[in-house]
Nanobody, 121 residues
């Protein structure tokens, strides 16, 4: 079994910054993709940022230039640095991992428990 534990989040004024962290533990052989998603009330969960093993990154258009995702593959941790936050960034943020739990296994998709980010205007 694999667990993803998030930390960070909270309440911040518009223009401020927050840092979200995610740590994966358990039966992990390799993590192929580490990501962050968010879900605002009444909306579908959407991709915010993802970093692929090897370092390639992809961002939602709405956060490009403001958010940065980074990872420490040796520690199975990744971070979302969020700057210049806007009220529309308010949502529950979930970390996500696509991983193998042993050599040659299927890829498994795991989620963190979610952390609230609220940006006041």
């Amino acid at each position: 079994q694999v667990q993803l534990v998030e930390s960070g989040g909270g309440l911040v004024q518009a223009g401020g910054s927050l840092r979200l962290s995610c740590a994966a533990s358990g039966n992990i052989f390799s993590i192929n993709a580490m990501g962050w998603y968010r879900q605002a009330p009444g909306k579908q969960r959407e991709l915010v940022a993802v970093i692929i093993r090897g370092g390639d990154t992809n961002y939602a258009d709405s956060v490009k230039g403001r958010f940065t995702i980074s990872s420490d593959n040796a520690k199975n941790t990744w971070i979302l640095q969020m700057n210049s936050l806007k009220p529309e960034d308010t949502a529950v943020y979930y970390c996500n991992a696509v991983l193998l739990d042993r050599p040659g296994s299927l890829m498994w998709n795991y989620w963190g428990q979610g952390t609230q980010v609220t940006v006041s205007s």
